[in-house]
Each structure stands twice: as C-alpha cells, then as structure tokens.
C-alpha cells in the first residue's frame, strides 16, 4: 500500500532563516507531488505541484520554492522566511492526470515563524 | 474560476442522529468531487471521492451524493458517533482543484 511521509511535524523558526520540508511517497511510482498550505481561517492554498522529476509549477508567487530530485521526494524551501510563512504545511500525493485522481495527504508540518 | 462553499461552517448534534454536509461549487465542469475529513493538527484524510459519472458513493456509514447540474454534493453521515467529530471539507476538481473551507462538526455523546 501507498504512504506518504512529511518531516518535520513541527518547526520554530525564527525570521530571516532557511526552510527545508521534506516530504516522501511509498508504493507508488511517478505520483504527482502537491504542497499546499493550511493558514487559520483562510482554507487550503495550493503552493506547488509537480508530475515529475524536476517539473514543478508554481501557483502563488512568494519566497518559497519547491524541488522535486527523485521521483517520490519533494521538498519545500525558503531562503529567508516571513512571518507571514507561518501555518500548516500539507504534502499529498494523487496518481494519474495532475489533479484527475483521488488525494493523498501526509500529516502535515507546523511552522511558526517568530 | 471555480469556487466551493460549504454550509454550514460548523454544526453540533447529538449522537446517534443522521445528517448531512453541504458542498457547493459555482462551475459544474468537474471531474470529481473528494471529501476529506481533518482531525486537529492533523492532515486531511479522504473519504469518499466521486467521479463526474457517478451519482453517489458510499463507505461504511457515508454516503455522497453528486449532482453536477446543480452544482452540489452531500455528505450524508448515518448515526453519528462522537468519534465521527471533526472538520470535513470537500474538492472539486476540474482544471485545477478547490476546496471548501470546511464544516467543523461535534458529536455530543
């Protein structure tokens, strides 16, 4: 069966620092790779989503990045973060057409910006 | 540009009782519609994932129901248990997916 692992659950991190989330899918192969953010009272953001290695398309322009090296590994970057950066960080995974199949989320990251 | 709501944002009921979730979107050119359940800090959890040529779909004490024209799909939860509250959102899935934001739902025991 398929999993999806997303480390760390949770990060402090102060402003001005780098950001490195990582996110991991097992049992499947060539999956479709998705970051999205959960901030408070404001639902779920689509950030990047990739349908293959090194194929990343981004939806909302920040100082965030997102890189896809192997085929079930994305990571979430920064180079210096806002406080505005902060909230809940969602990797999932779907097979398939981008967007055509059933969603798979990790556990989610936490981060607090201070 | 599609747009999903959810009505009500949150609802509490008494265990045992039957009701239904409300999901709405604005363009009815959608592949799918998925509904998830969250749990506090946790991630989302699919439940049900409904294809365009579907009517409904149905796990265990869920059902959801799907009907294109009118832009709507109901989450139908069959005597609730205090272990069924949580935050439930649906997807609609067309060019790109969206989400609602969520109806939070409490089980009194």
């Known amino acids: 069966s398929q999993t999806i692992h997303q480390w760390p659950a949770t990060l402090v991190q102060p402003v001005g620092s780098p950001l490195s989330l990582e996110c991991t899918v097992e049992?499947?192969?060539?999956?479709?790779l998705y970051w999205y953010r959960q901030a408070a009272g404001r639902g779920l953001q689509l950030l990047f989503y990739?349908?293959?290695?090194?194929?990343i398309s981004s939806e909302v322009p920040q100082n965030l990045s997102a890189s896809r090296p192997q085929d079930r590994q994305f990571i979430l970057s920064s180079k210096k973060l806002l406080l505005s950066d902060s909230g809940f960080y969602l990797c999932a995974w779907s097979s398939g057409g981008a967007f055509g199949g059933e969603l798979f989320f990790g556990e989610g990251s936490r981060l607090t910006v201070l | 540009k599609q747009e999903v709501t959810q009505i009500p944002a949150a609802l509490s009921v008494p265990e045992g009782e039957n009701l239904v979730l409300n999901c709405s979107f604005t363009?009815?050119?959608?592949?799918?519609l998925q509904w998830f359940r969250q749990d506090p800090g946790k991630g989302l959890t699919s439940l049900l994932l409904i294809q365009s040529s579907q009517r409904e779909q149905t796990s265990g004490r869920l059902n959801a129901s799907l009907d294109k024209s009118s832009g709507r799909s109901t989450l139908y939860i069959a005597a609730s248990q205090p272990g069924d509250s949580a935050t439930y959102l649906c997807?609609?899935?067309?060019?790109?997916?969206?989400f609602g934001a969520g109806t939070r739902l409490t089980v009194k025991p």
């Open positions: 997807a609609a899935t067309g060019n790109d997916m969206r």
């Open positions: 363009d009815s050119a959608i592949y799918n």
């Open positions: 049992g499947t192969s060539n999956p479709n």
């Open positions: 990739s349908i293959g290695i090194g194929q």
